[in-house]
């Protein structure tokens, strides 16, 4: 893979990104680390355009794609996780193409503008500036976009009220919310204090209900199934250890919901011959780990960097109420 150098103090990459194809231009200029990983930018890049993370992408520079390899498919791709900005573009005037969703091929020119020394007490990445919204997710590419402005935009167009109840009753093309980015991106910026070395992954529901099975996904309403995870806990006094559990799982919203009484009762039996004095401690159920590492715990233990390096910290952790059943007034 061809790499440039990039020095040991981390600079800060002035970038404009531009949405190809629009006009007038979709852009935004942003301040970032040259230090930050390509699967990090891809988060940043997601928030500030206002793309919701539907759909795959990848990055191109210098004839090489960057990316997260599948077995699945043939592709000469690096992985973008190992790779950082700065090992990829390290001149002012340098260009990378970000590509979103294959489908509609939305495809962004970033920029380097500057390369600028970081400001004491500035935290980073940051949003200095833009124009307009970025198009709704699965409109149909750039074309498809300006099909959708003009039907909304013409109340005697034929697919006008079908356009604005699809895309829930208004749209401004024009708005930008510069401190709205940013106080998105705080989150981008707190990823540092993860457990977990691997992108986030899942969101978690820990059941608490004794009675209550969510054989549907609450978020979806499509059947669960049983699948089997190997979670990252945090048991006080006792620190991070790995645990498989049977889970109930939502593929299509990559949701995992964990009865809280068998995770506490199979917790007590593994740490019974551990360390029985952390049984009834408070823990905190972190994220994932890859199986093969789990495994390997089994039967021989496993540093704690390393864990940490095969580790993925939730994306969300969500709380769910259970109704009896039964007639309920309308």
């Known amino acids: 893979m061809p790499t440039q150098k990039q020095t040991l103090d981390p600079s800060v990459y002035q970038l404009k990104v531009t ?13 970032v680390t040259s230090d ?11 928030v500030v ?9 990848q990055f191109m520079a210098h004839g090489v794609m960057y990316g997260t390899p599948d077995p699945d498919f043939d592709l000469d791709v690096e992985n973008e996780e190992s790779v950082t900005l700065g090992q990829v573009i390290s001149r002012a005037k340098e260009k990378l193409i970000y590509e979103y969703d294959f489908g509609d091929s939305w495809e962004h020119e970033i920029l380097l503008e500057k390369i ?4 004491a007490g500035e935290n980073y990445p940051i949003c200095v ?6 198009p709704p997710e699965d409109c149909g590419g750039i074309w498809g976009y300006y099909d959708f402005l003009e039907a909304i935009g013409n109340s005697n167009h034929p697919e006008h009220e079908e356009m604005l109840e699809w895309v829930g009753e208004e749209f401004d093309p024009e708005a930008f919310d510069r401190n709205e980015i940013n106080q998105m991106l705080k989150q981008i910026r707190s990823a540092s204090q993860r457990f977990g070395h691997l992108p986030p992954r899942y969101a978690f529901v820990l059941n608490p209900y004794k009675d209550a099975r969510f054989t549907k996904c609450p978020q979806c309403d499509r059947p669960t199934r049983l699948r089997k995870f190997a979670l ?8 991070l250890i790995a645990q ?16 809280q009484d068998e995770l506490e009762a199979q917790l007590a039996e593994n740490l019974s011959q551990l360390e029985p004095q952390a049984i009834g401690n408070d823990y905190l159920v972190t994220g994932t780990i890859e199986r093969k590492i789990w495994r390997r715990g089994l039967n021989q233990p496993v540093p704690l960097d390393e864990m940490l390096e095969h580790a993925a910290d939730f994306e969300a952790v969500l709380q769910v109420e259970s109704q009896p059943a039964g007639w309920y007034r309308a």
């Open 244 to 259: 498989g559990k049977t889970c109930r799982f939502c593929p299509e919203c990559e949701m995992l919901i964990v009865h």
């Open 129 to 134: 500036t833009g124009k307009r919204a970025c």
């Open 116 to 119: 600028l020394s970081p400001k």
């Open 49 to 57: 355009m206002g793309w919701e993370n539907y759909h795959l992408h």
């Open 36 to 46: 930050t990983r390509l699967d990090v930018l891809h988060q940043i890049l997601q």
């Open 232 to 239: 990252l806990v945090h048991v006080d006094d006792l620190g």
């Open 19 to 31: 949405l190809n194809g629009s006009k007038p231009p979709i852009w935004r200029r942003i301040q």
